[in-house]
């Protein structure tokens, strides 16, 4: 006698390839496949769709009739496209982070350099806006990381950039346009060295770019000295608190030594010169500078430096050792030119 086997289709519901394909397709959206891998996802979005409708489709036969082995294959395909989607989406969101973490990094750097740069140039409100809309930015680009969605907080940092970047241009018109009067300080220093010369004594520059104060002794320089500035260092001198350190030629007309002055020695110059007066007469009838604004004083080389920034309210700051060195050997009436620089 011969047996006769039946082939049965699968007529139970594949609970754990379903419960799979549940937790696989969760893990996915976990990853954040919906943002990272639109694409793979879309494919795991698609075999779910078709998992399910084949689900309920079997699901409304009568149960000798239904057949769950096309359910089984799709619940495989889920599985299959979900993961796909789910390493795709982490080496994209790894990536995009990767990338904020350094971009963000250098983004700060440049925005403190800025901040510094800004706080050298004289005052303009348009340009503390600019920073403040990095700083808002940054703080959105760390507020959208914070949520894992790196995509948009590396959009945040490349907004910011842009801002630094229309800053830097700003910037850099503003610095051409002082170093166009590098002819006048070159020929202040000139003068003042050949001053030195024909009188054989000692004559000061200072250099505020470069930081230094240069001493001349006969016409020939003999020691150069760090120096700090006033904290809106660049540019000429206006008014009275702007911490602007003035240009121009100047000569020694005080000399304070221990115990009258808050800054170990001092020198002070005879800031305002009649230069400085037209300017300053010039900027009131032109509206530059405000017409209850005064022209200041007390411009002095003094001691307490060596802070490692520019602090001063417009005088020129040396290391205490330098200033001692300095004041004994700089009678009153020695010539002080300050410029921008002496590079010419």
Known sequence: MVAVTFWAWPTALPEEALHAAREAVSTALSHGAHRYAPAEM?????????????????GSRARLFRNYGTVDSLASAVIAHATVA??????????????????RGRTEERLDAMRRTVASLPRVTARYRLLDRVDLA????????????????????????LLLNELDRDAGRQMTAYLDQRPVWERWVQETIRESRRTGGRALVVD???????????????????VELGSSWLGDKGMEGDNATPEGKYKVSV??????????????????????RRAFAEGKRTGRISSSARIGGLIEIHGEGGKGDDWTNGCVALRNRDMERLFVRTPLGTPVTIVGTTKW
């Open 42 to 58: 879309e494919r795991a979005d698609s075999s779910w769709n078709r998992l399910m409708a084949a689900t309920r489709s079997e």
């Open 86 to 103: 789910s390493s795709a989406a982490t080496t994209r969101r790894d990536s995009l982070r990767s990338l904020f973490v350094g971009e």
């Open 138 to 161: 940054l703080r959105r680009a760390d507020t959208s990381t914070g949520r894992r969605e790196h995509d948009t907080a590396l959009m945040h940092v490349r907004a910011a950039a």
């Open 208 to 226: 505020k770019m470069n930081r230094r104060l240069h001493v001349y002794e006969a016409g020939k320089l003999v020691e150069s000295l760090e």
């Open 255 to 276: 000399r304070r030594g221990a115990g009258s002055t808050r800054y170990y020695r001092a020198l002070e110059v005879d800031y305002p010169n009649a230069d400085d």
